[in-house]
């Protein structure tokens, strides 16, 4: 029978209900003609480019206006930079430590420090701190109209800069964000229209070309529920994507549907986010690979993806020390046609590659469980596990030598828990076949009799640098009269 391998992540509150765990691991699926609905794919992997100052890498701005030239900010420096492998040029120092918000007018780029920010000017090649003496200093940053529009460390303001000029501020420019009374955390446009994030609310403006301050609200357009992590609004598909809270609790993700805001995090992922530490200090980036629209969002302790193409979730993760943890990647921007990402702890630079199967040269484990029985088909009777084949591209082989002679052979691990996934078996392994050895079966054998709550859940994982593509898996077992 068919086991279905395919799907989502999704571990409930109780593994007993739901043990579907998927990392480094997502589902393209197929319209039409292939040989199941859908597959999983292996994740990215990180491609070292260079490293860049100290870090870590705070912020990331390819120049819209300028495609040849993209920015770098690494713990306290600026860095420009004309090419993935050009020296990297430093331009400044800025302050903080926490992530940077960039936005350009198509000839300054705006650096947003939670505080004193700063400008760079592509044509006159000055990096200046913003000295203006009515500047509050800026938090988040957008651009709309030929204006900088950004909100205040704390507090309800929104304020913009002169036009096309980021450095000068006039002392009147500046609004309240009232249609709740709770603080602004951050500020985003998407569509030329300034949406701005309260702890309980998110409010609509747009240019009306006001003589005195040129923003006004839109009506109607208002939503209660707020954003817990000013770092985790990121514009994906034509709508924002946040991490949000409201007067009733917290941390649900929200996309925008109009106006109104949609819920796209699952009771899983929600269940996942409420045992973290602190959820206000979450970080997102946004990217588009071959047609898969990805919103990543990143906590201290794990790291959550949802794919627009799909509407599925799957986790990121690094491996260290045999453990999960958070991916490396802490901001994005595309460059050339280059998926650049920055490190979290450190300065370098990497290159999303579908076709790099490790992390800067490190393990990328993947790894999937799920359920042996089809949902609503498990009689709660003994079953023997007879075999398990596993349907995937095999033969993608590894191009070295074992200690025999013979070519390496990547291999798949797989384990089970007959308790709902609160322990697990020994691991098991089978090879994918060397190159070019394309239809070479991947099973086991011998896989034994469920016992104690008769509910088995596979796990099958891998380390080798190889691609990945599961198609499915078939599953031979019996029922018992016990």
């Known amino acids: 029978m068919h086991t279905p391998i ?23 699926v197929i319209p039409e003609g292939g040989k199941e609905p859908a597959f999983l794919n292996r994740a990215p992997g990180l491609a070292f480019l260079q490293t860049v100052g100290t870090g870590p890498i705070r912020g990331l701005w390819a120049h819209q206006t300028n495609g040849s030239s993209f920015f770098v900010v690494s713990g306290t420096e600026v860095y420009k930079l004309t090419s993935t492998t050009a020296t990297p040029v430093k331009l400044g120092d800025v302050s903080g430590t926490g992530q940077v918000s960039i936005a350009d007018n198509g000839t300054q780029i705006f650096f947003a420090c939670n505080g004193p920010s700063y400008i760079y000017n592509e044509v006159t090649n000055v990096f200046q701190q913003i000295t203006d003496i009515d500047f509050p200093g800026a938090k988040t940053v957008g651009y709309l109209d030929g204006y900088f529009i950004f909100n205040e460390p704390s507090g309800q303001r ?47 403006w747009y240019d009306a070309g006001l003589a005195d301050f040129p923003l006004t609200r839109i009506q109607g357009a208002f939503s209660e529920v707020g954003c817990v ?23 649900i993700i929200y996309r925008t549907v109009g106006y109104n805001a949609q819920r796209v995090s699952t009771h899983a992922i929600e269940y996942a986010i409420a045992q973290y530490a602190d959820i206000s200090t979450a970080v997102a980036y946004t990217y588009q690979q071959e047609g898969h629209a990805f919103y990543v969002l ?34 994005q921007c595309n460059f050339g046609g280059t998926t650049v990402v920055g490190d979290y702890e450190n300065g370098n630079i990497y290159a999303l590659d579908l076709d790099v199967y490790a992390d800067n040269g490190e393990i990328q484990k993947w790894l999937r469980s799920w359920r042996a029985i089809p949902t609503g088909e498990n009689t709660l009777r003994r079953t023997a596990h007879h075999a398990l084949q596993l349907d995937c591209e095999s033969g993608v082989g590894l191009d070295s030598l074992d200690p025999l002679g013979g ?3 990547p291999r798949v691990m797989l384990r089970w828990s007959d308790d709902g996934g609160h322990t697990w078996s020994n691991e098991h392994w089978s090879d994918m076949g060397e190159i070019g050895q394309f239809s070479h079966r991947v099973f086991w054998r011998r896989l034994g009799m469920t016992l104690k709550l008769r509910d088995r859940v596979y796990e099958v ?6 691609k990945i593509a599961i198609m499915g898996a078939e599953l031979q077992v019996s029922g018992t009269n016990g």
């Open 158 to 204: 929104i304020w913009v800069t002169s036009i096309l000029e980021g450095t000068q501020i006039d002392p009147l420019d500046f609004a309240s964000a009232e249609g709740s009374p709770d603080g602004l955390v951050a500020v985003n446009v998407n569509n030329r229209e300034a949406w701005l994030f309260g702890t309980d609310s998110v409010e609509v």
């Open 6 to 28: 395919l799907g989502s992540s999704y571990v409930a509150r109780s593994v007993n209900a739901a043990a579907n765990r998927m990392v480094n691991l997502f589902p393209e």
């Open 461 to 466: 994982s891998g380390t080798d640098p190889v």
């Open 298 to 331: 990143s906590f201290a302790e794990a790291t959550w993806v949802f794919d627009v193409a799909t509407t599925a979730w799957h986790e990121r993760a690094g491996f260290e020390a045999g453990e999960f943890t958070r991916h490396r990647a802490n901001t």
């Open 407 to 409: 070519m390496m052979k």
């Open 229 to 251: 992590a000013p770092y985790s609004v990121a514009k994906l598909d034509n709508s924002l994507f946040w991490l949000g809270t409201d007067a009733r609790g917290q941390g």
